[in-house]
């Protein structure tokens, strides 16, 4: 029999449904009449939407038309995440339109928490996690015995990438703290993964009314975000008040987000629900507690997922192909140096592996784990691809690495090609100005600022896998490895990967 708390819950989500079944009704009815009335019915009409996949166009509009090619649209994911009648828009680097506030919120990232100088102090990070890596691998392994096992990599991986990121976010706030860092890592996986489903909600209220479950846990992984991040700012203001932070030498994201002034601009703060809240000092203020949530999450979200993704599209790729695996096995191993059981290889000597470059290169050639770039543009002069009211572009840049024009054997895994005297020689992660072959961290002002603090996240973690560890597709599957990608704000892999993974010799 059901409980009275279960008949009671039930009730609530019938009346809450109801509720919302009568609003969304009602709602367009209202708003036609107002809209009559008042004369002002919302006439605007979407852009047109223009897709580029051709290398050569996507580089004279995204570097020669830099400006025009500058913006996002106003929301990035399908639906707005913050409801409401709030008339601040909580921006994040990424969706802030071009302007000073975005260019204060960007230098900040790429001056601090990104600062190749920085790169050289990670190393008992990385340490510390990669050690926990493999030895949480090497456990699953001999649980399976035999001396290998076959193992779902995805969610290891993720926990050490976000292990890092998370200290880099928040320093010492979240250390020894394993229990809350679990639960933040699962609300931004959940998170991430409802922006990627998102589409069924867009522009339909019917949608949201039928999908109603879906909808109100989507818009509740703000408010878990913001009850995740809030308190641990709060704590870090209390501490650097009292002078007792200890962060290892590196100045976590979070302090310089409490530092931080932006330009106050847009003068309109009437009704804002954190105006409040804001130190608002000649014409620049901080942040609102609704842009650190913003903030927060993005330097999370788009450290981890990336790194993640293209980690295990590499390892897939090197499961299949063992002679591609002991080559960059043996150029790891090569220069000895590195020291003790599961221990990450120096930054230094990361740089030093072209090999690993190059795999790594092919991975995000193949797969960039975010599929294709965004912009909105309004005047474009001199671009005959676009209509003068302007237009919403996307380039694909999946297409583009694929292309058959450019790439010999495009769909094969093959990273000899950015080796010297390949065809993609001197092909970099991210395009100079005068040709794009490939763009996985985009091109143009709004280029991922990451992209060397992603490069070495993911050769770090990739290089100690391959050197601890053998990968082969696991038997139970035919031994075929499935290289769908899922259909989701980042193409990870649909089925993860399944390998069978066993000790390597030399590094038992
Ligand atoms: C393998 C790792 C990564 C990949 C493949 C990747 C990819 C991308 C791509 C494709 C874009 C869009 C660029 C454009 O529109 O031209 C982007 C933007 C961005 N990425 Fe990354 N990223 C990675 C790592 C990181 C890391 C470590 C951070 C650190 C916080 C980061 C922060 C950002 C930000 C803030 C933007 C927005 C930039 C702006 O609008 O000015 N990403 N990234």
């Given amino acids: 029999m059901p409980s009275a708390s279960a008949c009671m819950k039930e009730t609530m989500e019938s009346v809450q449904l109801l509720t ?45 038309h830099a400006d025009a090619f500058s ?38 990232l790429t001056s601090e928490a990104l600062h190749p100088s920085r790169f050289d102090q990670l190393g008992p990070l990385q340490r510390e996690f990669v050690a926990s890596l493999v030895a949480t691998l090497s456990a699953r392994i001999a649980a399976g015995g035999d001396g290998g096992g076959v193992v779902v990599v995805r969610d290891d991986v993720h926990a050490a990438v976000f292990g890092v990121v998370a200290r880099l976010c928040f320093g010492e706030l979240v250390v020894g703290n394993a229990r809350d860092v679990l639960a933040m890592r699962r609300v931004m996986q959940g998170f991430v993964r409802a922006i990627g489903e998102a589409n069924v909600f867009a522009g339909s209220w019917l949608a949201k009314l039928v999908h109603w479950r879906r909808w109100r846990r989507f818009l509740g992984y703000r408010g878990q975000q913001a009850a995740f991040f809030l308190p641990l700012v709060s704590e870090r203001e209390r501490r650097r008040r009292s002078g007792c932070c200890n962060d290892g030498g590196i100045r976590p994201y979070v302090d310089t987000l409490i530092d931080l002034r932006v330009p106050d601009d847009d003068g309109d703060n009437d009704g ?17 507690d609704d842009e650190l949530v913003s903030l927060l999450s993005e330097f999370l979200g788009a450290s981890t997922e990336s790194a993640v993704s293209c980690i ?23 220069g000895g140096g590195d020291h003790g059981e599961g221990s990450a290889v120096s930054e230094e000597r990361l740089r030093g592996l072209p090999y690993l470059h190059a795999v790594v290169l092919e991975s995000l050639r193949l797969h960039p784990p975010v599929p294709f770039l965004m912009r909105d543009v309004v005047h474009a002069e001199g671009v005959a691809t676009v209509p003068a009211g302007g237009a919403r572009v996307h380039f694909l840049i999946r297409d583009m690495a694929r292309d058959g024009k450019d790439w ?25 100005p005068k040709e794009i072959r490939m763009m996985p961290f985009g091109a143009g002002r709004r280029y991922c600022p990451g992209a060397g603090m992603g490069m070495m996240h993911v050769k770090c973690f990739l290089a100690a896998l391959v050197r601890e560890f053998e990968w082969a597709p696991a038997a139970d599957r035919g031994g075929v490895v499935d ?11 649909k089925t993860p990967l399944r390998a069978h993974v066993k000790r390597c010799m030399q590094a038992m």
């Fill in 408 to 432: 010999t054997d495009p769909d094969e895994f093959r990273p000899e090609r950015f080796l010297a005297g390949g065809e993609a020689e001197g092909v970099g992660a991210v395009p100079g």
């Fill in 312 to 334: 295990e599209w590499a390892l897939a790729h090197l499961a299949t192909k063992p002679e591609v695996q002991k080559k960059l096995r043996r150029e790891i191993a090569g």
């Fill in 20 to 64: 919302l079944g009568l609003a969304i009704t009602l709602f367009p009815a209202v708003y036609w009449r107002r809209g009559i009335r008042r004369g002002r019915r919302d006439t605007a009409k979407k852009p047109p939407l223009i897709e580029i996949s051709d290398s050569a166009a996507a580089r004279t509009v995204l570097i020669d």
């Fill in 71 to 108: 913006n996002r649209p106003l929301t990035l994911f399908p639906v707005a995440l913050v409801t409401g009648q709030r008339r601040r828009r909580s921006d994040s680097i990424s969706s802030a339109q071009y302007g000073p506030l975005w260019r204060a919120l960007r230098c900040n």
């Fill in 272 to 288: 804002d629900d954190d105006a409040g809240k804001m130190h608002v000092d000649a014409r620049r203020r901080t942040l609102t």
């Fill in 483 to 493: 290289f769908t990608e899922l259909d989701g704000f980042f193409k990870v892999m």
